[in-house]
């Protein structure tokens, strides 16, 4: 019996790890477009001093630019609906990828802890030189907000979407599992899980209340990125950062955010799990004359989950920072 027992073991042990062994082994096979080769047509390149952006622009002549930050395993097309309304309204709509996700180009230096991201953020903006208004959502926050704290000459105005910054942890630091601290099963790992296809409509799913937002179309949206060479290993580098809780960070301390002198709002979705709304009430709080808004029965993806009614929040943020170029003003 005991025999038996061992070799049923040995066999799942086995099974196991050629599965594993398969995932990654389609990943290296998947990821087969070299950087730069094969972008999204509505998209480009642009030069910054800490490496190539990928953006999409809906480009108004003479608006307020608006640049939009994404969250996880995203990319800026998350964002191109929202553009639209924001367009049609009177700005300039402007997303990135903030690597390693989407196009923009992998730093040789696999450094992605917030203050390396937050110079990526910083450089992109003094690339722009127009003082945009800035919206990041999710764990694009991070980033964006340390850029913003340490920068603030750079925008006119910041909007943080259910944003993942961080600031319960700071009396209880996080550190990643000691598992994922091995550069070998980490990468591993994200073959079968954050690099995966198969799971993007899993994944996208759990992080939202209104589950039938996640359709077909926004799924495939957001593997196209997965063919990129090396984009498994970059992904991978970039893994311990959700589980740590950043030293030092400027996003972290309270009295940062209480001496922002510029327009801030805060949307959050009153179903949020990932992030609840406790965070973003205590964010708002902080910040003097902050606007919070609220959308009743959205998740952690309000711009996916809901998107006329989140449109219309932050428009309205928008028009409390900037006003719009109208008809009107392109006729003066």
């Not at 730093?107 to 800035?134: C, G, K, M, N, T």
């Amino acid at each position: 019996m005991n025999r038996w027992i061992f070799g049923c073991f040995a066999s799942l042990l086995a099974l196991c790890c050629v599965t594993i062994l398969a995932f990654r082994w389609a990943a290296h096979l998947r990821e087969a477009v070299s950087f730069s080769v094969g972008l999204p047509p509505e998209g480009q390149l642009i030069d910054t001093a800490q490496g190539a952006v990928f953006t999409v622009d809906f480009a108004k002549q003479s608006a307020p630019r608006v640049v939009f930050a994404h969250g996880t395993a995203a990319w800026s097309a998350i964002w191109r609906e929202t553009m639209l309304s924001v367009s049609n309204a009177g700005y300039q709509a402007t997303a990135f990828d903030m690597p390693p996700f989407g196009w923009s180009e992998h730093p040789d230096r696999a450094d992605y802890s917030r203050a390396a991201q937050a110079d990526r953020v910083i450089a992109l903006l003094e690339a722009l030189d127009d003082r945009p208004i800035i919206v990041a959502h999710s764990v694009g926050a991070g980033p964006v907000s340390e850029a913003v704290l340490k920068r603030p000459e750079l925008v006119s105005g910041y909007i943080v979407v259910s944003g993942a910054i961080g600031l319960s942890d700071r009396g209880n630091p996080k550190q990643p599992p000691h598992l994922l601290r091995n550069s070998t099963i980490r990468e591993l790992a994200t073959s079968i899980t954050a690099t995966n296809p198969m799971l993007t409509g899993t994944f996208l799913r759990d992080f939202m209340y209104r589950k039938e937002a996640a359709t077909p179309e926004l799924i495939d949206m957001l593997r196209a990125p997965m063919v990129r060479e090396g984009y498994t290993n970059a992904v991978s580098k970039w893994v311990p950062e959700l589980f740590t809780t950043p030293r030092d960070a400027l996003s972290l301390d309270p009295t940062n955010w209480e001496a922002l002198d510029l327009p801030f709002a805060v949307i959050w979705g009153a179903e949020d799990k990932v992030t609840p709304i406790s965070q973003g009430k205590e964010l708002a709080t902080l910040v003097p004359n902050a606007k919070l808004t609220i959308l009743e029965g959205v998740g952690h993806i309000p711009h996916l989950e809901a998107p006329p009614e989140f449109a219309e929040a932050l428009i309205d943020a928008l028009k409390s920072m900037a006003p719009p170029h109208t008809q009107e003003l392109e006729q003066q």
